[in-house]
Structure formats: C-alpha cells, structure tokens
C-alpha cells in the first residue's frame, strides 16, 4: 500500500513538474506581449480618462467624460461607426460568399486549379498602399478604368467623390484585396470535409445545393468562423487603405473608426482618441460574438 | 516589465512629449496643413538642462563653420539642388559636411520632429508654416537670429510668421502662391485680354473658355488636403476680417452666417465649369487634364507649374485666382503661402555651421538659382530668376495678396469641417445644408 | 455539366477582375505619366526597363530590400519559434489555464495599433531601440503573435494526445516532444502561418512609419510613400516598386503553397 502511493505520489510530482514545464512554454510570448503590447494598451486605458493633449506636462482627469463625448456629442465619431458598419457588413457578406464559392469551385484539382488559386490569392500579397494606388487610379472619373467599365452600360460615376456611395467602393477594393486569402482558408476547410459523407448523400439522391447545405456547410463550421472573426478584424483594421484610397485625413464620407482614432490623435485629443480606441476594442469583440452565435445557429456543431 | 517601473508620471509625460508626435504621422496632408501633437521640447528627458536655458542668442559666426550638420526637410523634389548649393557652400567652407535627411511631408510631422528636438536630425531644419512653427516657437526649439541682421535679406512682407516680438526665429523660405494656375493659351483663345476681377467676368471668361469645348477649371475635389486650395481664394474677399477662419474656430464667426453661404453660393455657380464627377478627382488626374489641355486652369497653386512642365506641358502658364466680389470691390487678388520656414536648432551641437549654411541660402545668388532649379519663388529679397515661369509670373510678389487662410485653423476637425462644405456643395448639397452640418461639428469640437 | 459552365463561367470573369489591376500596374510601369493616363490599357510605347532601373539605382531600393529582408525573415522565425511554443504548452496544458492563456494572447488581434502606438514608441525610445531595425523586429514579433498563436493553437490542439502521452511514459520529457513530435507534424502548419506573417509583414507600414527615421533604414513600403510626392505622385516609378516588392513575396508563396493549404486543412480549420 505504502508503495502504490508513494508511486502515485511520484507520478503526481511527475506530472505538476511536467505541467510547470508546459507552463514555462507559453512565458516568452506571454512576457513580450504584456511587455510590449498589454502593458501599452493598459496606458491608453488610462489616458481614456483624462484630457491630455499628447505634449503638455500636465492634464486633468475628466472621468468617463471621453466617452461620454464619443457616445453622445460627437458626430465625427458616430458618422465613422456608421461608415465602419456599412463597410464591414458589405465586406463580410461578399468577401465570405466569395470567399467560399471560388473554395468551391477550386478545392478539388483539375487542370489550372492551383494557377488559379494562386492567381486569386495574388491581390493578398500587395501592400495595402499598392492596391489603394492601384484602385485609386481605376476610380478616377475621367481617366480610370471604372467609369470606361460604367461606360459600356452609358452610365458614369463620381466613384469616392460621392458621398452616399463611396464606402461601398472601398468595400469593393477591400473584398478584392482579401477574398482570395479567405478562399485558401475555406478550401481547406473544405478538403478536410470525407468525400464520403458527400458520396453518400449523393447516392440517397440529394442535389449539389442539398448536399452542400446539409453536409459541406456544417462540416467546415471551423473554417467559416475563422473566416469570419478575421474578415470582421480586418473589416476595422482597413486603415491604411482608406487613407491611401481617400486621402489624409479622409473625407468623412469615407472616415472609419480606426482613421477617425488616428485624426483624433493626430488632432491633438490623445485622451480622446484612447477612449474611443478602447470602443474599437469593445465593438470588434461584441460582433465577434455576435457573428460566431448567428453562424453557429446555422451550422449545428458536428464534431466537438 | 522592470523598465515600466522606471517611470515617473513626469517622466511618462515628457517622453511622451516625443512620443506623440509620432501620432500625427501623415496627419498634414500637405504643406502647412500641419496640426498639434508637438512635445515640450525637452521630450527626451536625458539631458535636463535644454528646457531651462534661453536658446541661444546672436552668437552665431558662420566663419568658424566646420564639421558635420544635418539639414533636416521634406522636400524630396528639392534634394537635387540642395545637393549643389551644399556642394558650393564647401567652396567657402571646406571643412564643412551637410547631410540631408528627407521625411516625406507627410510623415514629417511625425518622424523628423521627434528627432529635431531629440538633436539627432536637424541643426538646419525646416518647419511648415502655421501650428508647426508656432509649436517649434514655443518649444524653444529655434534660435533668435535677431543679432545675425540676416532678416534684413528677406522681403519683409513675406517672412512675417518667422519674426515673433521683435525677434526673428525662423525665415519662410519658398513662397507658393496657393491659387489656380492658367493655360494662358486657351485664356487668350477665349479672348481674355485682361485679367477678370470680379466675379461677374470671371463667371463670363469661363463661359467662353466652355465655349471651345474645354473644361474652365480641373479641381482635385476628391482629396481634402488639395482640394482646400481654393477655399483659400474663394474665402479672401468674403470674410469680415482677414483673420475669418481663425475666428471660425473660436466660435466668433459661424460657417452658417451670409458671408460663408454666400461663398458656398459661389462654388455652386463654379459647378458647371468643373470637370465631370470633380468631387472623384484625385490631384494627379486633374495635373494630367490641365497638362494635355483639356482644361485651362488648375486649382491647386504655383507650386504645380514644375511638375505641370514635367507632364510635359509646353503653353505659357500664368495665374488667376477667382474674385468672388463685384467690380472695384476686391480686396486682394491672389493668395500666397510660405511652404516652409528654416531655422537653426537650439539643441545643434554646430549652430555656427547650421547658420552659414542658412546665410548662404539667404544669399540672393543662391536663393535665385535655389528657385530656378526648383520652378519656385523664394522670399528673399532682390532675387532675379532665369526661369521662364518664374520670371512670366514673378508680378505676382508685388500683388496685393493675402495669406492663406485655411492655414489659420489648428483643429483639423474644424477645418475639414468647413473645407468639407465647400465639396458637398459640389457634389449636391445645399449649401444651407451643408453649412448647418459643418456648424454642428464645429460647435461639438468648440465645446470639448 | 450546367454546374461545370457555370463554374467555369464565374472563375473566368473573377479571374478577370484579378488580373485587369494587376496588368494596368505592370504594364503601367513601363509608360511614362502622359501615357499612362492616355491608354491604362494599352501596351507601352516601349518595352524599356528605365523605371526599374531608376528605382534600383536612383531610389536606392535595393537597400530597403535588404533591410525588408533582414526584418521579415527575422521577425516571421521568430515569431514563429515564440508562438509555436506557446501554441505546444496552451495545446498540452488542457483546461481553464490553456484557454486562459490562448485567449489572452488571441484578444491582441482586436486591439487596435493606434491605441498602442505612443506608449510602445515611448518604452522604445527609453530602450533605445528607435530607429534600429533590432526594435523593428521586436515590434514586429509581438505584433505577430497573437495571429500566429490563433493558428497555430488551433492546429496543434488536434494533434492526439495520446501520443504525447506515450512519449512521456517512456521518459520522454516536454521539450523532447515538442522537439521530436510537435514540430515535425506540425510544419505544414508552420509554413502555413507562416505565408500570413510574411505577408503581413512585408508589407507593415505603421510601425516602420513610426519607429524608423534613416533613409537608410527604410523598409520597402516606407520607400514606395516617397512616391507620392508632395506635389507630385509617380504613379509609373510607384507601380515599377509595386512591381518589385511584389516578387519576394510571390515566390515564397510559391513555394509554401503546397504545404500552405494542407497546413490550413490539417490544422487551423479542426481547431
């Protein structure tokens, strides 16, 4: 008896030893990112509340003021959450649904699927400042290739010089930038699905659209929310290609939360703009959240 | 982890100080459209004693220059004949080394400010023209030249922002006139003969430049930053008092009052005579159509007849900015600019050599052939230039024209804000609507 | 068959709209200004190279080059030996505390970097570690972490247990495991996060715009800005430094593709 609980004893030390060590994995990251990213981010917690300019030596403390302002009496910063919401709805509708039917289109091999593939994700490994370039030379009115395009149907457009529309031209640019590099995370989601599952309803006679709604779609439930959680960061994060695509500062028309922080700091208010950096945060967190229940309600998990 | 420990809220805020330049980034979007974020000018905190000294006074003797500076600007155009008037410095001073450290501007706010008042980038530098050099000024960053007698080679009348109580701190150096250039060519086929100066004959001398099929006026609407040029002339003639922006974001004067709806009234007439969807119109298109001849006029500023010509223009170019009053009532005819203003760092271990490189370019030779090799205006004094377009419009530093306005907000909220309602007025709205949503953003960036 | 069309259809039409961009950028880097506004679509007048050999030589890109080098590949294998460490431990651990920590190092993606910018630029400045490609790297790293930890936690959570498990009854201890067993099998997804890093950042524009002042230490989105000039935008000199930064990138996507997509089918999408 004394034996087996000295042995047990020991395989006890033996495993709190080896969980330390599993422990002492995880402490480089863990200390550079408190040191260099938390430990900054919990300064600009505490410079949300109070008024400082960003130079002068001294500052009061103003309390939830900044956030009050931001909630309630700023339109600068309300037109901007409305824009950033508008932006980030159209991307993440037409950037997933691209996203996935190319993925469908090309996750099996035949001849040119991998040219293809690589073709599509190309746009993804440009700088941000090359495509605002780039589409900024195609959204020029009278010299870009978008009204020659508008042109064929005898229409034109002022393209960002119009102020109902111009976001959703970003959000074009910005489901070109990206669709291709969400389409290799849905293919391989998709290649991970067993071509049997699919054969198998296939044989109990269920069409293409059937099969894919019943089997494919809730098999790569992982792959469509690490799509989506990345679509909706990178939807709030389109910093530098606004201000390549609308210039610095943009008009508001097209200014988003993350401009509108850095017009804020620019526009010497650093408490301000900590506080509504610190709203950033909050709003990409809920709609996290958010996406990741409602996509859940239409993907029952299949495996744990 | 340690090193956050170190810091004493003092400490925070005075590194800090240098820190948030960095913020402003590309906040300007161009020249002088410079804003806030400026440290207290001993940011870096390690050598504690520049804070409580005066900056240097007249001291300066350019004859013991010697040794390395750096020339700290942002004009990467201009890096070609800096490099020549350094090497001709050189002539008279051997021992001298000069290295240039070009930021691009709209970076320059952010990265080389930082470094000026750190002393690591800068002995010479350049500031722009408003908040920048105003911030510079309170800093103690630059030093009082008034003893050097070298404002004496400048035109007194231009170099205004730089002297402060008597003192003189910094030159304004370039000097653009921020109002539309012209293709005189098409000007004189559309039979202007003389120079519009009120708005009625402006209104008719674009008709008939319409008449022959070309567009009056490519306006870059569709980038704030450029697009607010002709806020500058469009606002000269119509405010209360040449300081109206300044009190716009005081709160003194509104953009809803007459005077501003009657200059959005004005933009609305200039409608017609934009090209097609000109709010969409990036800088370098409407460069391009003023270029190839699709338009005549370009409504950014002088400092666009170089790059005109290196599109590869060949008409006379001229300038003619819009007066928005009635006959014998305007006030000025044009607007002028200082791009940049040079001064000598109080934090240079070698401000006799940063001087003798700013007194050489004081030097009417030189300033001259500086404008010349860069297709602009200088503001020193007794300048002749043997650059076509410079010498065709050089009359314009004799006219009376009115520092540009835009320049005198230091929100960049405010001033979007109301150079904004000058664009939506373009593209559609009116212009009551557009004043009343402007006032709002103003009202709620007054009160915080 | 009307599936196989259609498909076909829409792939040609989207590979269309790829490739429209792409070519006006190619071909644009060969035309003068004048012609580039007359004719995007055009060939060019002639085929010459004088825009990439104004770039190489005159720009002084072959520095920014270098320097672009030695940060991405520094940064991406060193992020990517720091996350897939704590990716093993978060993977093993199991239980509230790996969920803890993986959720800890998850919630930086949301973060955004203005919010962080000043008081990182003031700890780098009290390092002395402006300027330095050395601080470029280290910010670089703990940027990268948090996506790299995303996707490699995901993967290596599936790796069986069991086997660690068996490893560890024959005396095998953690760092012998993650040597001999976690790293191996997980390379497709390594190289899959690491396709992300590298993309990511070789084309980080906010922290060199911030953090680095010498020309000479420019990084290559920082010198493709000096094309848009003040008063003047390039647009063929840009689109020829599109071009070339561009092709790096391009060939270590080529030749991580193969593993990339299996790494993303292996790993992240189990997760």
């Known amino acids: 008896m004394a034996g087996m609980t000295k042995t047990k004893r020991r395989a006890r030390r033996a495993y709190r030893k080896e969980r330390l060590v599993l422990l002492a994995f995880t402490v480089p990251a863990l200390a550079l990112y408190i040191s260099f990213f938390i430990i900054p981010a919990l300064q600009s917690l505490q410079y949300s509340l109070t008024n400082w300019n960003g130079y002068s030596a001294t500052f009061d403390w103003v309390g939830l003021d900044n956030f009050t302002r931001a909630l309630t009496n700023d339109s600068l910063f309300t037109n901007a959450v409305t824009n950033n919401l508008k932006f980030w709805l159209i991307v993440l509708a037409f950037q997933t649904l691209f996203a996935l039917m190319l993925a469908v289109f090309l996750f099996r091999n035949f001849k040119g699927s991998a040219l293809l593939r690589g073709l599509f994700f190309f746009p993804t490994i440009l700088s941000s400042v090359s495509v605002a370039y780039i589409w900024k030379f195609i959204y020029d009115p009278n010299y870009g290739l978008g009204n020659d395009i508008l042109g064929i149907f005898g229409i034109s457009s002022s393209f960002l010089g119009n102020d109902d529309t111009a976001i959703y031209w970003i959000a074009i640019t910005q489901v070109w930038f990206h669709a291709g590099q969400m389409m290799t995370i849905f293919i391989a989601g998709l290649q991970s699905v067993p071509q049997e599952m699919i054969e198998a309803a296939a044989v109990d006679g269920a069409g293409r659209w059937q099969v894919f709604k019943n089997v494919t779609w809730p098999m790569i439930a992982p792959a469509t929310s690490i799509v989506m959680a990345y679509t909706t960061i990178q939807s709030f994060k389109a910093f530098d290609l606004i201000l390549g695509l609308a210039g610095n500062p943009p008009k508001s028309s097209m200014d988003i939360m993350s401009t509108r922080i850095y017009t804020t700091f620019a526009n010497s208010q650093y408490g301000y703009a900590s506080a509504q950096a610190i709203l950033f945060v909050i709003v990409i967190v809920a709609l996290n959240f958010a996406v990741r229940r409602i996509v859940g309600l239409t993907q029952p998990k299949t495996e744990s | ?448 | 068959m009307g599936f196989k069309i259609g498909r076909a259809g829409i792939l040609f039409v989207y590979a269309i709209i790829i490739i429209v961009p792409i070519t006006v950028v190619m071909l644009g880097s060969f035309k003068s200004m004048g012609e580039l506004f007359d004719s995007p679509f055009g060939l060019p007048e002639s085929w010459n190279a004088q825009n990439y050999l104004d770039i190489i030589v005159h720009h002084d890109m072959g520095q920014a080059f270098i320097n672009s080098a030695i940060v991405t590949l520094s940064s991406v294998t060193l992020t990517l030996l720091i996350a897939s460490c704590a990716a093993y431990g978060i993977a093993r651990l199991k239980g509230w505390l790996s969920w803890l920590i993986f959720g800890f190092l998850v919630l930086g993606m949301a973060i955004p970097p203005q919010a962080n910018m000043i008081p990182q630029y003031v700890q780098f400045d009290r390092l002395g570690l402006l300027n330095s490609l050395t601080g470029l790297i280290l910010i670089m790293v703990v940027t990268g972490l948090p996506v790299a930890t995303f996707i490699l936690g995901g993967f290596m959570k599936t790796l069986p247990n069991e086997m660690f498990e068996a490893a560890s009854v024959d005396g095998v201890g953690p760092v012998r495991s993650y040597i001999s067993i976690a790293m191996p099998l997980s390379l497709p997804s390594i190289a899959a996060t690491s396709i992300f890093l590298f993309v990511i950042q070789w084309n980080e524009l906010l922290y060199p715009l911030m953090f680095i002042q010498s020309p000479d230490k420019q990084t290559i989105p920082l010198r493709l800005l000096n094309f848009q000039g003040e008063f003047l935008t390039n647009y063929p000199l840009l689109f020829t430094g599109v071009a070339i930064a561009s092709i790096p990138i391009t060939i270590i996507y080529i030749l991580l593709q193969r593993y990339f997509v299996e790494g993303m089918t292996a790993g992240a999408v189990k997760g």
């Not at chain 2, 609305?268 to 969409?280: K, R």
Request: proline share 4%.
């Open chain 2, 1 to 448: 982890m340690a090193l956050n420990n170190a810091f004493t809220r003092r400490r925070i805020l005075q590194l800090a100080g240098v820190g948030v330049a960095g913020t402003t980034l590309a906040a300007c979007a161009g020249p002088g459209a410079s804003n806030g974020g400026d440290g207290d000018g001993n940011g870096n905190g390690g050598d504690g004693g520049n804070g409580g000294e005066e900056p240097g006074s007249g001291s300066l003797d350019p004859s013991l220059a010697a040794g390395a500076i750096s020339f700290a600007h942002w004009r990467g155009e201009d890096n070609e004949a800096f490099a020549k008037i350094i090497e001709q410095l050189k002539e008279t001073y051997p021992d001298v080394e000069v290295r240039q450290d070009i930021t691009p501007s709209n970076d320059y706010q952010s990265n080389a400010l930082a470094q000026i008042r750190q002393g690591t980038v800068g002995d010479l530098f350049a500031s722009f023209r408003g908040a920048q050099l105003t911030t510079m000024i309170d800093a103690d960053l630059l030093v009082d030249l008034t003893d050097t007698g070298i404002a004496d080679k400048y035109e007194a009348s231009l170099v205004s922002e730089g002297l402060v109580d008597g003192k003189t701190l910094a030159l304004p150096y370039q000097l653009v006139f921020n109002q539309p250039i012209t293709n005189e060519e098409i000007l004189e086929q559309a039979g202007a003969s003389e120079l519009p100066e009120d708005w009625d004959s402006y209104l008719s001398l674009l008709d008939s430049i319409q008449g022959l099929g070309i567009t009056p006026i490519a306006w870059p609407g569709g980038e704030m930053g450029n697009a607010g040029q002709l806020f500058n002339c469009m606002i000269m003639n119509l405010g209360p008092s040449d300081d109206m922006c300044a009190r716009i974001e005081a709160g003194d004067l509104k953009v809803t009052d007459d005077w501003f709806l009657e200059m959005l009234r004005h933009y609305q007439e200039l409608i017609p005579y934009f090209q097609q969807n000109a709010t969409g119109t990036a800088v370098e298109p409407a460069q391009q159509m003023f270029a190839s001849g699709d338009a005549a006029m370009l409504a950014t500023g002088s400092y666009h007849i170089a790059s005109t010509r290196a599109l590869g223009a060949t008409f006379p170019i001229g300038m003619l900015a819009p007066v928005t009053a009635a006959a014998g009532e305007a006030k000025y005819v044009g607007v002028h600019n200082a791009t940049f203003a040079l001064g000598v760092s109080s934090v240079s271990e070698n401000p006799d050599t940063a001087f003798a490189l700013l007194d050489f370019l004081s030097d009417p030779a030189i300033a001259g052939q500086y404008g010349d090799d860069t297709a602009q205006f200088v503001t020193v004094k007794d300048v002749e230039y043997t650059n076509e377009d410079l010498s065709h419009t050089s009359d314009w530093v004799q006219k009376e024209t009115l520092l540009a306005p835009r320049f005198q907000f230091n929100n960049l909220d405010i001033r979007n804000a109301a150079e904004g309602a000058c664009i939506e007025v373009v593209g559609g709205k009116s212009p009551e609507q557009a004043a009343e949503d402007a006032q709002q953003i103003i009202d709620q960036q007054i009160g915080n």
